[in-house]
Nanobody, 123 residues
Framework: QVQLVESGGGLAQQGSSLRLSCATA????????MAWFRQAPGKEREIVAT?????YYRDSVKGRFNIFRDSTKNTFYLQMKDLRPEDTAVYYC???????????????????WGQGTQVTVSS
């Protein structure tokens, strides 16, 4: 059974840091493309960062967010620092069964999703 379970969200002060985790099971983690998306109230879901054989970060998080994998734990991470109120959103982990040099930026590209974890940044 495919599982993606996010954790680590919560309330943070502007300028602080949080680390989100996405624990996975039921698929080949090493051969999957992984991504973090987020959705703020009233807005479309947007890509935050993706890790295939290439790495992509949206412009607004470059230099502040970092994604990485721990293949020994089948876990995907999003380290966020210098958080801003505009980072407030529900953050979702997503997996695509193929991993190539291409970056996949659209929600429809992904095959499985976690339930999401809320990140709220106060000013």
């Amino acid at each position: 059974q495919v599982q993606l379970v996010e954790s680590g969200g919560g309330l943070a002060q502007q300028g602080s840091s949080l680390r989100l985790s996405c624990a996975t099971a039921g698929f080949n983690f090493i051969e999957a493309s992984m991504a973090w998306f987020r959705q703020a109230p009233g807005k479309e879901r947007e890509i935050v960062a993706t890790n295939s054989f290439s790495v992509y970060y949206r412009d607004s998080v470059k230099g502040r967010f970092n994604i990485f994998r721990d293949s020994t734990k089948n876990t995907f991470y999003l380290q966020m620092k210098d958080l801003r109120p505009e980072d407030t959103a529900v953050y979702y982990c997503a997996a695509k069964w193929t991993r190539t040099s291409k970056v996949y930026l659209m929600s429809a590209d992904y095959d499985a999703w976690g339930q999401g974890t809320q990140v709220t940044v106060s000013s």
